[in-house]
């Protein structure tokens, strides 16, 4: 961590939060970290920026790894800094898979096999932070979808068996805490999961908001902030109507809002008139059915796009653990 003027607090309310240790003026960074607990290209996003410093460059520029021919870098010090950092455990992994594994199955066995072994237990900052498991137990088909992913990386980073709740809390955690990786012009590119900035609790009208630098990740102040003073960012896309914004929070958060703006119901323009950057979106690692069910025009094309992609991890599953099996036999 570069440098932090924050703290955690307890609200009474809200929970765990972040506070500014300091007085901050408008603009001025809170927190930055040069190198977040996780962060990963996006599938989408492989051919165009570095799978190291998250940098766009022209496809002719960008040299892809020679042995699993899927993450590409602008130089040969990130592709070594890449290496070093997690690609020597994933390169021989993705050589042997059918296919590039979703991102949030990628972003799942990259913190297990850079963190937890042996011990596979959940480091202290992540523990402690939200991961709704009961919530999301409520909806069959989304949960279906957690054990698939968590299973897949359970698989590919040969994580013992018993230890698929563990991997499955995990996914929720990162699917609560992440943050989506943005290029300049906040164009998605990634998914970064940082659990101190995680802490920051949400507000339809923030005083603050996350800023990314290739793979840097800053915490900034959007209004003048007293030492003290809790920190909030947005989870969602503060521009929206109350009752959007409410909805989404719910659906993915499982809270409802009740913060100065939503309790006043602030009109387009006023929302309009006070909003100066974009939102610091969390990211959504679990396809939104139910969102998608309501898009007519896009509905069939994306749901048939998410049975191929769930339908594909399967198979990859299926892959993974014969090359497994054939590798304990060789062994033995």
Known sequence: MDFNYSKIVKDPVLGNGLAASKDLNAGEPIVKISEPFLIV???????????????????????????????????????????????KNECSLLQKLPGIPPTPVRALYQ???????????????????????????????????????????????????DKMDTVTRLLCIMATNAFRATLPDDTPVGLCYEPTLALANHSCKPNAFIMFDGRCISLMALDAIKADEQIFISYV??????DLRRAELQQRYFFECNCEKCKNDYNPYRTF????????????????????????????????????ELANLKKTISVATSLIDLSKTTAS
């Not at 094309?301 to 049975?307: D, F, L, P, Y």
Request: hydrophobic share 35%; charged share 30%; with cysteine.
């Open 237 to 242: 896309d503060f521009t929206q109507a109350r």
């Open 273 to 308: 008139k006070e909003t100066i950057v974009i939102p610091s979106e969390q990211l959504n690692l679990f396809y939104d059915y139910e969102a998608l069910s309501t898009q007519a025009a896009a509905r069939d094309r994306e749901i048939n796009t998410i049975h191929k």
């Open 111 to 161: 913190t297990l096999l850079r963190y937890m072994r042996p011990s596979y237990e959940l480091d202290a900052r992540s523990a402690g932070l939200e991961h709704h498991v009961q919530d999301l137990k409520k909806s069959s088909k989304r949960w279906d979808e957690i054990v698939l992913q968590s299973k897949g990386a359970l698989e590919f980073s040969k994580t013992p068996a």
């Open 41 to 87: 290209v996006e599938k989408d996003a492989l051919e165009k920026v570095c799978s190291y410093c998250l940098v766009e460059s022209d496809i002719s520029s960008l040299k892809r790894c020679t042995g699993c021919k899927v993450v590409r870098y602008c130089t040969p010090t990130c592709q070594k800094a890449d290496w070093k950092l997690i690609h």
